[in-house]
């Protein structure tokens, strides 16, 4: 949800390098730990912080 609005205020100022430098990586992140440890508490605990 944080990654969505982050994205539209993006978008909205014309600011991309904040989206691109701080939520991408974290999304990758997240993504990476529910591939690699999906059903586990480690992947359910980043997709709840995030």
Do not use: D, N
């Amino acid at each position: 949800m944080q990654a969505l609005v982050s994205l539209a205020l993006a978008a909205w100022k014309g600011e991309w390098l904040p989206f691109l430098a701080i939520v991408l990586p974290g999304l990758a992140v997240m993504a990476v730990q529910v591939r690699l440890h999906g059903g586990t508490r480690i992947a359910s605990t980043t997709v709840a912080w995030s």
